[in-house]
């Protein structure tokens, strides 16, 4: 058994931050896949693992026990921890990392995988509601744009977890309904991720939460 498995799905964005980090670290790890359009996280048994009922979540196989975890940015700051990788530094980096991590979960993530989920998958692309949703990602995908003017990467020269956290759902830019053009800086900041040793697109790290029929990239 691989030392790491990932409770995930392809399509989930939030679940493809922690499978890319583990592809680009090396690590020894398995995806198991969870059947998240028939419902298999709101199932007591899943609640078992994680009383959030959501993906992703993170076991550690340790010599001292299991260690399972939930929350995308806390898995990706204790597998930075763990192998070494894609961490901050020092303490100004720390915090850089911290600060744009909320921020994603808040912001960015947040309000782009519920406009995607409501267009993409429920097709309720007239709502009003979806339409709040794709001007407030359009709002995060302008500061973020703005911010990697001049840079490489979020944080440092050098690409770390709240790169890996960011870039979650950006990879699919017709399901999220945005056009790379108007967001050069982070079209070619994509570009760079996509570029990494060990890189793969979702559908190449994690099985479909889809029934068979219906699965989509
Ligand atoms: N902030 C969480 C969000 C996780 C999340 O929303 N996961 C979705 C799939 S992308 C989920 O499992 N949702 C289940 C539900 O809301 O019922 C993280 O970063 O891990």
Redo the contacts with the bound molecule.
Sequence with gaps: MARFILDC?L?????Y??ALMLELSGADWEARR?A?FTGQ??SPEFREMNI?????VLTDHRPDGDLVL??????LDYLAATLGQFGPTNDSERGEILRWLLWD?HKL??YT?TYRFMSFFQKKTDDPVTQFFHARAENAWKVLDAHLAGRDFVVADRPTIADL?LCGYLFWPDQIGMDPDTYPNLKAWLGRIAALPRYKRPEDLMPSGMEPAKATA
Excluded: D
């Design positions: 799905f399509e989930s964005g939030n679940a931050k922690t969870v998240f996280t709101r959030m009922g959501e993906v992703p939930s929350q995308s940015g806390a898995i979960n993530t947040s995988a956290s």
